[in-house]
């Protein structure tokens, strides 16, 4: 056998062997996504089944009554979606910021390697931790008390990190050459930025966004300390109001209730109602971020 006819043996096995890892791979993947639409849908079809008795407009518009065992959960909604739309409000400026700083602007170095750093490790704190900081610091060091400020800057902190670090993904896929021809067209770094970059880089900005809400929508430790009260029927006066959160309220009635077992129903209830309304905030993000993105390609 020739010298040629053992190289393209060996390259037939070459070929065949990341042939055979390719596919497999490809299926590993496969069955990884299907693991997890399957968790996701049985999730859903658990809580459907058993919450969708309780679910009504009495229900969703009412406040709770006699010790939370009947009523509803409006107040709890109403929290719920304050505390997510205010932390986004303040977490998406700051977290954008941070992502531009350190992808257009920070050299590399040791600070943007500690800023990174400190990034990374933010993002894999419990949110028992920021709980307890929410507590120690805006609560008690600056006097917010349990409030909706409180809440709704601790859920700030706490979603920073998913914020940067899809931005600045985000930023880095937008071509350097764009960058390039504004600049060589007499525009500044920051006009550049401001007008070609972020514009760009939107749809993964909002993508961050959307990911953020959903943490902050359906966070308890976070806000147990820091806003969420047992029970409280009036909805908030001022961002110095306590308020009811639908995660703290689906924890008290599955733990601390006079009546457990009688308001079975309502805990399933309750947890159908967060689930629709972190889909609810999600879509309407990602109908934003569809529009913004079909603008930006006209």
Known sequence: ??????????????????WATQVASFAALRIAAYVNCAALVT??????INGVGALSWDFVFDS??????EGGVFPCLVGTFLLAAGAIAIALPFGVACAVWLNEYGKQGTITNIVRLSVANLAGVPSIVFGLFGLAFFVTALGFNVSLLSGILTLAVLTLPVIINTTEEALKQVPGAWRDASLAL??????????????????????????AVARAAGET????????????PKLPE?????????PYHM?????AGTEIEKTRPMQYGTGLLLVALVFAMNFVAILIRDKMQKKRTN
């Open 1 to 18: 056998m020739t010298t040629k006819s053992l190289c393209a043996r060996a390259q037939e096995k070459s070929r065949s062997r990341r």
């Open 221 to 232: 430790s976070a806000v147990m300390f820091t806003a969420a009260v047992f029970y409280t």
């Open 64 to 69: 709770p009554r006699k010790m939370m065992t």
């Open 43 to 48: 999730a859903c079809v658990f809580l459907l």
């Open 238 to 246: 001022s961002v110095f109001s306590s308020v009811m959160a639908l």
């Open 251 to 255: 924890y008290v009635l599955a733990t």
């Open 186 to 211: 007499g525009a500044t770094k920051s006009q550049t930025i401001g007008r070609i970059v972020l514009p760009a880089a939107l749809p993964g900005i909002l993508t961050g966004a959307i990911l």
